[in-house]
């Protein structure tokens, strides 16, 4: 349980979460996912409501959601960069991490009982979240809209990949509002020609 109430970050802001709350939700994720190999992609609204109840302290579901999106993208940080990991909790914390959201060793089967409903999407090495992608999403779900499973597919390919593919809807856009525009100066063009400079389509 939670000893040590919240402090003041290094940065001067409030802290909401303690050394000691950071711990406790690795724990609790690492028992809830022990079944599964590394890395967590996803955490089920179950596994967030059993850490609310273990914490000393009154946390709501974006926050537990968001802590646990910030001790992924520490951990991810880290193990690129060991020198970051500067004191004990921090090593306590890496390790702890590790368990989670480690290098996976082998391919894992789809379980989709540890994912019901409501289940968090963590992104894996890919990309939390797809709203940096309008066209090429909006282009998909014209294409697949009653199939969810692109969803999570794409947020597993590289960020940099997913934008060069938006970028090229987007071009595609711009040359058809070119193609449109281009369209109707044509017909206009046309029909002053058929109709004569002082009439219309219209016989006006």
Known sequence: ???TPPSTAPNGRSRVFSESDEIQILKCLIRDTKSIPPPIT???TSTINRIIKRLDHRFTVSQITDKIRRLRDKHHNHARNRALVRNHHDRRIFKLSKRIWGKKATPRKKNSKSED???IE???DGVEKLDKFPYLVAEFSKVLPENEVWKQ???RVEEEKLRKMDQEWVMLKVEEAKLV????????????????GNGSANGV
């Open 42 to 44: 996803t955490v089920g």
């Open 117 to 119: 409903q409501g289940a």
């Open 122 to 124: 963590m992104g894996g």
């Open 153 to 155: 597919k794409m947020k």
């Open 181 to 196: 525009a281009k369209k109707a100066e044509l017909i206009q063009q046309q029909i002053m020609e058929v109709m004569g």
């Open 1 to 3: 349980m939670s000893t």
